[in-house]
């Protein structure tokens, strides 16, 4: 997998190449939009993360004039602004997806990875998810512990199949929100987690391997080792 | 907001009108009435004239021919002479002129001569009625008669008098014409001339009203459009003007703030960004305990952070009215729904319930973002500050101002002393852990959308908000 990194600011630069590569991803940086346009012409790329604020243009022109020279890779669009404008949304629907700073990297990996997923998945879902001896049966909406079926609210069970989609990786709260409610608020309670509690006691009942680790300060993780 | 065109009747042009004819009304009454008065003095003072005139002259006649057989012809020919001096006089059914007549009475006061119609009974009463000083014209009632009698009295030689009298009604009846006249004129021309200032007022007020739609078009919509100018350098010109140059004003502000807080969002966000990077990585590298606790309090201390910067620039641009607006349809029913679907464990947790009257689907033209914030936000406050045990009741309903929220507790309520103040920025309860912009966003994101809000505490005990939102367009 190929990303092209497009961001100004050198120490972010330095941090997200090397999470990204130790995720194993092959990462080509550039801090500038006009070394962007060359390094994306030069070779293909699975996917470009792109900051909006670049010293020599603002990275959604440099996005528009690429997908006008035909690039076809989706884009993680990088925001210092708060409140995400129109634009930036509307790109969204075309298939990106944006993060504003400050993120964590967790975050940013589990969308680079959703955006790849999305534009390489095939046409044929899965109807059924297993992680270790937890199995999940997408269409009569059943989770299965070792056979053993677990009596869960048809909410638990959505965010239940958000975790083991994304088993072995860290989601956030604000990636849970999103995933499982639709939502991008932050909300300043312990509302995901109070969730989270609920599942992992009917999931994580006495005596079995406990599934869902909560990763404090990041989100929770689905053991999937 | 302005939007609706102003009925006639409740308009500034039907007022201004109204009061315009009020005062030419009374104007032109109060000139008429001197008029009046002067035109009534005046026709009385030629009666008076004439009668002391021909008094003169008839006494004259009467004491100079002899007392003999043709004394009452002479002096009654002269006496009918003189009645036919007056225009207009009306004759009786005799064919006598009664709108004059000629007394001479006897030094006794018995009737000497009359010259007039009937036998002059009826006139020696009335005369004998009213107290007539000689030589002065007094006006006397005559019965049969509706128009008094002006009479001058000339005292003989030999002790009798000789009473000369004309009806007053030919001059009431000029004064009433005149007054009828009058009348339907003046109602004319108020008519005429409130219509002429009701059209021109409601002219340049219309002007007035055009500024008005698109200036609150400008506040709704975009900074950038201005309200329409004319060419003419009269005060309304002006007030265009004027207001341009406000807009022009507001939006330079409003584009400052947004750099303002855009560079202040920018500069601290990537310092931000790179700190909680290196948080982050530490954190996976590190395997002590005690360390990792310290990493990740501080990741939580940031995150924090964030959240406080990014509420404090959303209220500062949304109390400016300057937070970009993204409309989409938004089911609140739905929106609802899910929400309680969020909180209801972590209010269950605590001991609360929840309740939703909804009538069912309810669509409102909003920023799906902000009102999840907003609704997010109405939440958070319920969980923080309600003790276990307590009911929340959201109420969903359509009202003719829009779609009507009302949350509602059984909790403590707002503090008296913070309740008249509760949308304000660092206003919070005592004993409120929030940073005291929950209330504030909430307020702002309500009123960008053109809507109303408004706290109170039930009767019952407990807070109740309500939110009127503007539903979308069918």
Known sequence: MRVLLVEDEVEIQGFLQRSLTEAGYQVEAAADAKNAERMSLESVHDILIVDLGLPDEDGLSLILRLRQLGLRAPVLILSARRSVDDRVRGLEQGGDDYLTKPFALAELLARVRNLVKRNTSSATEATRLRVLDLELDLLRREASRSGEILNLTPQEFVLLEYLCRNAGRVVTRSMILDGVWGMRIQPDTNVVDVHIYRLRGKVDTTGRQPLIRTLRGVGYVLKDR | ?????????????????????????????????????????????????????????????????????????????????????????????????????????????????????????????????????????TSVHVAGFDAPFR?????????????????????????????????????????????????????????????????????????????????????????????????????????????????????????LTAVRAKLEMSLTASARDEESESIVSAMEDLDRLTEFLDQSLDVAEAKANALRLNRVGVDLDDLLRV???????????????????????????????????MIAILFDNELRHLRASCTVTISLSRSEDGALLVVEDDGPGFESEVLSQVF??????????????????????VRVHGGKIDASNRKEGGARLTIILPLAAP
């Open chain 2, 424 to 445: 304000e920025r660092r206003v919070r309860g005592r004993n409120s852990t929030g940073h005291g912009l929950g209330l504030a966003f909430v307020d702002a994101v």
């Open chain 2, 1 to 137: 907001m302005f939007s609706k065109t102003v009925k006639p009747m409740r308009s500034a042009a039907w007022r201004i009108s109204l009061w315009a004819a009020l005062a030419f009304a009374c104007g032109t009454m109060v000139v008429f009435i001197f008029l009046h008065q002067f035109v009534a003095h005046d026709i009385q003072r030629r009666t008076d004239a004439w009668l002391a005139g021909e008094a003169g002259v008839l006494s004259d006649v009467a004491e100079r021919t002899p007392k003999g057989v043709l004394y009452r012809r002479i002096v009654g020919e002269v006496a009918e002479l003189a009645s036919r001096e007056i225009p207009h006089k009306r004759v009786d059914n005799a064919g006598l002129n009664d709108s004059v007549f000629f007394l001479q009475t006897a030094a006794d006061g018995s009737v000497g001569l009359w010259v007039g119609s009937g036998d002059g009974s009826a006139h020696l009463a009335g005369l004998r009625n009213s107290q007539i000083v000689p030589e002065i014209p």
């Open chain 2, 151 to 271: 009479v001058v009295c000339v005292r003989m030689n030999n002790g009798g008098q000789i009473y000369l009298g004309l009806s007053e009604r030919d001059q009431l009846r000029v004064l009433g014409s005149l007054r009828l006249r009058f009348v339907l004129l003046w109602v004319l021309i108020v008519l005429i001339g409130s219509a002429i200032v009701y059209y021109s007022t409601r002219r340049v007020l219309r002007h007035v009203q055009d500024i008005t739609h698109a200036a609150s078009r400008i506040g709704e919509a975009q900074l950038s459009s201005r309200v329409p100018t004319t060419h003419r350098n009269d005060e309304v010109s002006q007030l265009a003007t004027t207001l341009n140059r406000m807009l022009d004003r507001i939006e330079s502000s409003v584009h400052q703030l947004h750099t303002i807080t855009g560079s202040l969002a920018h500069d601290l966000r990537s310092p």
């Open chain 2, 339 to 373: 929400m309680i679907d969020l909180y209801e464990p972590s209010m269950s947790e605590k001991g609360l319930r929840i309740n939703l009257c909804s009538a069912g689907s309810l669509e409102v033209s909003a920023d799906a973002a902000l009102i999840h914030r």
